[in-house]
């Protein structure tokens, strides 16, 4: 899996494009903001003769799902993964804008899969041609704060629960900082060469947190 940033909009939100090699990607908070951001993504998605399968969201404060319009309207049937905003369907799926990640979601989650002894086992779902990711629940910085671990590839997209050598704020609607903490410790049960991508800034990797993250 090779993996492109773009920083979106005025947060400088880190939107990623994250690609098989044989032409299909996912998209992990889109945030373009604007028709030269939209139009950036275009242009990348077209030169590299990209399809997206998918999206992933880790949350929904307005800088890491402002860019879901330009998909929902040139990719209208792609799927968007991440926490239901009323907790109430199976916990990890997204339904907010149509059925159609339901029913993604339906077909492909490995329910009955019990045989592996993976950690987050009961919360992986399937990317068709990609690794299978699994979702970890890390509330704290909002409730519906999920991160994906991608286990064979070793990567974590963290939104804003883990930056380098920081945390996502608690200060707004929906944080809480005894919860962000816990999320961040869950987090550090992964290997230290799990790489780690943020929703802001730069990457890192858990065992680099594990030693400078100074909320540890
Ligand atoms: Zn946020």
Known sequence: ??????????????????????????????????????QRMADYLQKNNLQ?????????????????D???????????FGMNYDMKLPHYLFSENTAKSEEYCKDNIDEKDKSSKRKYEDNIFTLNQFTS??????????????????????ILFSGDTLFQESVGRTDLEGGDTGTLLQSLHLLMELPDDTTVYPGHAYPTSIGHEKEYNPFL
């Open 133 to 154: 990711p699994s979702v970890i629940l890390t509330p704290g910085h909002k409730e519906d704060c999920v991160c994906y671990y991608f286990e064979e590839d070793k």
């Open 70 to 80: 330009f998909f929902r309207q040139h990719y209208p049937s792609l799927p968007v």
């Open 1 to 38: 899996m090779t993996i492109k940033t773009f920083y979106f909009n005025p947060y400088r939100e880190c939107t990623y494009v994250a690609d098989n090699g044989q032409g299909k990607c996912f998209i992990v908070d889109p945030g373009m903001y604007g028709p030269n951001e939209e």
């Open 52 to 68: 997206p399968i998918a999206i992933l969201i880790t949350h929904t404060h307005i800088d890491h799902i402002c860019g879901l």
